[in-house]
């Protein structure tokens, strides 16, 4: 069954695999703070160490939803998926396609070519994400994919980013309209073994650089370790902590803002950006 009729939303549901922080690029204002780096003593706890999903994590999310929205697509993503290791990729793709789901992939272009063909053929599509620094890359994969990769190519162009920061604690939402909102269950965010609601989370927990949600989010069993975590998803509104409620959809909720409370940021070239793998 399709998770959106498990859920009882309108929306189709899309699941997204945070596969690991780490980018090729360093885009101001980045939502996953790629443009910040990693160190054991920054002000950001979540650019403090980088981190890279383990192939058995992927396989655990699988065995606890198994049975549970096969047919939605997953799709796997970073930060920038294709600075792993290739191998790790190829096992990502392998292992959900063993349990019979959909797959796609979302890249800025930096490696993805070098994925075996027949690995890349096993995706119902490629998102290649174009962040006007990186178009060498784009064009390249671009042409090498219409070649060779049998599934849909979706060009996306995100040149501009939000300021985050300015986003959080805006204090125009209410946590009674956040549990009518069905957007919260269109997305969800995996970073094992983690399931996060709302595509816009995983970036407000770095905004707000703090734990707290995903420490909430862990005992009310919204994470792969929780065997029946199919039935705390069905029953979100109930299930999901109070603290999220508060701190996502009351406080810092952008679709509460109107467009003019929204300034975006021309994506600028940065010295340390490594285009395409070479």
Known sequence: MLFQDLFKIPQTVEVRINVTNMCNLHCDYCDNG???????DNDKIFRRKPYIVQPEEITKFCHTLKGFGEQNLHILQGGEITVLPLDNIVQYIEIFCSFGRKVGLRTNGYNVCRLPIEILNQLECIY???????????????????????????IEKNVYHRNLDSLVN???????????????????TSIPPVVYPCCNSWALMNALNSSKIRD?????????????????????????????????????????????EIPLYRIQPHPKNKIMKE
């Not at 790629?34 to 054991?40: E, L, T, V, Y």
């Not at 290649?128 to 979706?154: E, R």
């Open 34 to 40: 790629c443009s910040i780096p990693f160190s054991k």
């Open 170 to 188: 805006n204090g125009k939402g209410t946590i009674e309209q956040g549990k009518k909102c069905s957007y919260l269950l269109a997305t969800l």
């Open 128 to 154: 290649l994400n174009s962040h006007g620094t990186n178009q060498k890359a784009i064009d390249f994969c671009y042409n090498y994919l219409t070649k060779h990769y049998i599934g849909k190519v979706i």
């Open 216 to 260: 909430a989010l862990v005992n009310a069993g919204w994470t792969v370790d929780n065997p029946q975590l199919m039935e705390t998803l069905m029953n979100w509104r109930q299930t999901l902590p109070r603290v999220f409620y508060k701190f996502f959809c009351a406080d810092s909720c952008y679709l509460n803002l109107a467009d003019r």
